[in-house]
């Protein structure tokens, strides 16, 4: 579930300055999603894998990050080549293989494939609360970051009650009947949806304890602000040294390419 378990490791991109990196690979994410052209597909690509390769992720954190999404998305387009077009490239019975479908899937599969690991990168080389500072140097309301990083936080509480119902469950025969007969599939199912809003009230009220404990000790009073407005300040006065401009630049650059082209063509 974390994003940031290889922020540890030794790469250019993990050197680089957080408020660089993020300008420049935001810039790029923004670059490829208005790609339209099949002909931009290779070197978008091309840019996507060198910068993998040089952020020195494993592969295999790559592979579990976008297997589910990718799932989703194959379930929502995946479809297109057979209902989408009017050319018709060739017939397997009742289906049609048709052109524009099949561009459009391909169009979106590799644009979204690209965009997902640019955000991984951007993710995985920094911790994530240096990726809030980022953000909050970069002018994101207070607010919205306290938000974000409450909510990352607690996915992981999530994540532990899940798996010590989920283990309950089990010690009391849940699964042990084969989901294949319809009477204990329908019971079964009607488990897991118990245990659903059961997680999901247990969530509200930690959130409502944690609101009041944060509002005991301060939180949202003007001293607590001009602490973190002290604390925002002395995260911007770290400047980057002039490699993180080349590569903002760099990066800032491939960007415009692409884009030119888009426009271009």
Do not use: C
Request: charged share 15%; glycine share 8%; aromatic share 12%.
């Amino acid at each position: 579930m974390a994003l940031d378990q290889y922020a540890h490791l030794d790469s250019w991109l993990h050197r680089w300055h957080p408020r660089y990196k993020l300008i420049g690979l935001l810039a790029l994410i923004v670059a490829f999603a208005q790609v339209e052209s099949l002909a931009l597909l290779p070197a978008m690509v091309a840019v996507t894998l060198t910068l993998y390769s040089v952020s020195k992720l494993p592969w295999h954190f790559l592979a579990q990050r976008l297997r589910y999404p990718s799932l989703f998305l194959l379930g929502m387009v995946g479809l297109l080549p057979f209902y989408s077009g009017q050319t018709i490239l060739g017939h397997w019975g009742w289906l049609s293989l048709r052109q524009e479908g099949l561009e459009a899937l391909l169009l979106t599969t590799t644009r979204f494939w690209a965009i997902m690991t640019l955000s991984l990168i951007l993710l995985g080389t920094m911790s994530f609360l240096t990726t809030a500072r980022t953000l909050r140097s970069l002018g994101l309301p207070a607010l919205l970051i306290d938000l974000l990083l409450l909510s990352y936080r607690y996915l992981f509480e999530i994540g532990q009650d899940w798996q010590q119902m989920h283990r309950a469950m089990a010690l009391r025969g849940f699964g042990a009947t084969s989901l294949a007969r319809p009477p204990a599939k329908y019971r079964q199912i009607g488990q897991l949806a118990a245990v659903t809003a059961t997680l999901l009230i247990r969530s509200y009220e930690r959130a409502e304890r944690i609101y009041q404990a944060m509002r005991l000790r301060g939180y949202g009073t003007p001293r607590a602000v001009n602490e973190v407005k002290a604390l925002s300040g002395i995260t911007t006065a770290l400047g980057p040294d002039g490699y993180h401009k080349v590569g903002l630049v760099f990066m800032l650059l491939i960007a415009s390419i692409f884009v030119l082209i888009e426009v271009i063509y």
